[in-house]
């Protein structure tokens, strides 16, 4: 998996439709078809507020297709708040998409695994994955059942659905991951997004599987294009990911640190050295 050449730009996109899924869950589509065209499943964009008065917030692409791309999010302080807020015939500028997005050419088999809003950003996997006549199993965590928004829609494109809860109102009581590790039917490759403590721990059952596994890695970026350098994670050099700058040391360490913005958010679980 290499950085992907970026094909970001500023798009003036026109607010269609809002849905609140659950509580403080906030669905917006949007009239961005130039977006849509470019999109790569698991690439994010930038949504900048309307009052131009707070920062940037980095969003995972959830749908795209036609003319609308749509954006899901938790409400979680001022700036998502304000973009809560956004109704249908409002603009909105987004820059994207950015990242480099999730590699699935190969799989036939795939488990993908989300926590919490990291649903957000594996349905355009998930669909890719069926297209091209892969099975995929959803494994789906929240707190509670009613945080498990848009199952059935994941149902509905073909995947197979296995959920948690950590308060036993669904499914399996206790960690995603965990669910997965008992799986008697080991995928041939897992895609994961969420919290980071769950993406530990699907490295972790990948690597007792001996499966690969691409993890998309959730941060708050300061710029979401590289240029801050305020979003580094530890990567092994040798990786086709590793940046070209700062140019390595000879005889130096075998660890570089790669900006998840720029040269992920994707990242092979086996080359991460959290």
């Given at each position: 998996?290499?950085?992907?050449?970026?094909?970001?730009?500023?798009?003036?996109?026109?607010?269609?439709?809002?849905?609140?899924?659950?509580?403080?869950?906030?669905?917006?589509?949007?009239?961005?078809?130039?977006?849509?065209?470019?999109?790569?499943?698991?690439?994010?964009?930038?949504?900048?507020?309307?009052?131009?008065?707070?920062?940037?917030?980095?969003?995972?692409?959830?749908?795209?297709?036609?003319?609308?791309?749509?954006?899901?999010f938790f409400v979680v302080g001022k700036?998502?708040?304000?973009?809560?807020?956004?109704?249908?015939?409002?603009?909105?500028?987004?820059?994207?998409?950015?990242?480099?997005?999730?590699?699935?050419?190969?799989?036939?088999?795939?488990?993908?695994?989300?926590?919490?809003?990291?649903?957000?950003?594996?349905?355009?996997?998930?669909?890719?994955?069926?297209?091209?006549?892969?099975?995929?199993?959803?494994?789906?965590?929240?707190?509670?059942?009613?945080?498990?928004?848009?199952?059935?829609?994941?149902?509905?494109?073909?995947?197979?659905?296995?959920?948690?809860?950590?308060?036993?109102?669904?499914?399996?009581?206790?960690?995603?991951?965990?669910?997965?590790?008992?799986?008697?039917?080991?995928?041939?490759?897992?895609?994961?997004?969420?919290?980071?403590?769950?993406?530990?721990?699907?490295?972790?059952?990948?690597?007792?599987?001996?499966?690969?596994?691409?993890?998309?890695?959730?941060?708050?970026?300061?710029?979401?294009?590289?240029?801050?350098?305020?979003?580094?994670?530890?990567?092994?050099?040798?990786?086709?990911?590793?940046?070209?700058?700062?140019?390595?040391?000879?005889?130096?360490?075998?660890?570089?640190?790669?900006?998840?913005?720029?040269?992920?958010?994707?990242?092979?679980?086996?080359?991460?050295?959290?």
């Amino acid at each position: 998996m290499a950085t992907v050449a970026t094909s970001a730009a500023l798009h003036h996109a026109l607010v269609l439709d809002r849905q609140e899924l659950a509580q403080g869950v906030v669905l917006l589509g949007f009239d961005a078809p130039e977006l849509v065209r470019v999109t790569r499943p698991g690439q994010f964009i930038m949504a900048i507020p309307p009052s131009g008065e707070r920062a940037a917030t980095a969003l995972g692409i959830y749908e795209a297709g036609g003319n609308r791309a749509s954006v899901m999010f938790f409400v979680v302080g001022k700036r998502t708040a304000e973009l809560a807020s956004l109704g249908v015939g409002d603009r909105i500028a987004l820059f994207g998409p950015l990242g480099n997005g999730f590699t699935i050419d190969r799989s036939r088999n795939t488990a993908i695994v989300a926590g919490g809003v990291g649903i957000a950003s594996v349905l355009l996997p998930a669909q890719a994955l069926l297209r091209a006549g892969a099975r995929v199993r959803l494994y789906y965590g929240a707190r509670t059942a009613g945080l498990l928004v848009d199952r059935e829609r994941f149902a509905r494109e073909g995947c197979e659905v296995l959920v948690s809860t950590d308060d036993a109102s669904m499914g399996h009581a206790g960690y995603v991951s965990d669910l997965l590790a008992q799986t008697d039917d080991p995928p041939d490759l897992i895609l994961a997004c969420g919290p980071t403590p769950m993406l530990r721990a699907v490295a972790r059952v990948a690597q007792e599987m001996n499966v690969p596994a691409q993890l998309s890695l959730e941060e708050t970026f300061g710029c979401g294009v590289g240029g801050c350098w305020g979003c580094v994670v530890p990567l092994v050099r040798t990786s086709e990911q590793s940046p070209s700058f700062p140019p390595a040391e000879r005889d130096g360490s075998d660890v570089v640190y790669a900006r998840v913005c720029r040269e992920g958010p994707v990242f092979w679980a086996h080359e991460l050295r959290w």
